[in-house]
């Protein structure tokens, strides 16, 4: 089984150091070869690795979504549950039977993880061929249950961006992209892949984040946001294959190249 959720490369260009052997005449008229390093622009290879959290990044990602949510209600924040209530009431955005099925869902995700959980606590070892094939269908269960959720919120979904529900969920995408990205750059010497983010705990992380974004840092402008596609994918839909991912990047870059295009051409006109 692969370790690996989705694996790109991207080129660098960076001025590394080459020998170069040339020959020369010294003042007793031999002719010698001598070394020499000098340094040249070329592009460099960076290769990066998303990969499969252990179920104890699982576990605390669940909790980062879990303490999210509580410091949001707190605060006021609405969750989708109670938004989708007042629209009900008033006979607006989702009706009462829409609600419920909704609802359920939910309910139902989080009984699954409940129960995925207690079978995941049961060592390998002494896990059963059936309690294996339940927590493959159970984990099946709970992805089929977030797309149905995700297509039926499609419409609406606007609505929801400052809920205390998105906030989490951005809270634990982040987490994911924090915790589970990383890279060998072989220009800075690396001989195995490190960490996209340096610290030892999420809010270290995340500081690092701001950090490399403020600075420019060219590895994080120009992967960022692949991460985040492709774990928001995983997250939401549970998407493990590389063709999968291929097609939505491509698409993002399609996107954003005719976005590009159509800014000049607005710039052009001014």
Partial sequence: MSKFIYTFTIDKVAKVSEKRVEKYTDDQGNEKERSISEEVEKKIPVEIQIRKPTRKQMQEAEMVFS???SRCIKAG????????????DNGGLVNSEDSVILDNAYEEINKLKGEVLILSSIPNEDRTKEEEDQIKEKQREIVNLRKNIVESEASYLSLFNHTADTKAQNKIVLWYVLNLSYYKD????HKDFVPVFE???FEEME????????????IYVRIYNKLATVLSLWYFTGKTDTETFDTVLKENEDENEKLKIHEEKISEQQ
């Fill in 67 to 69: 303490i999210e949510m």
């Fill in 186 to 189: 072989q220009s800075q010497g």
């Fill in 199 to 201: 610290g030892e705990n």
């Fill in 207 to 218: 500081e690092n984040l701001y950090q490399l974004e403020e600075d420019g840092n060219e």
């Fill in 77 to 88: 924040i609405l969750t989708k549950a109670m938004l989708m209530n007042k629209y009900s």
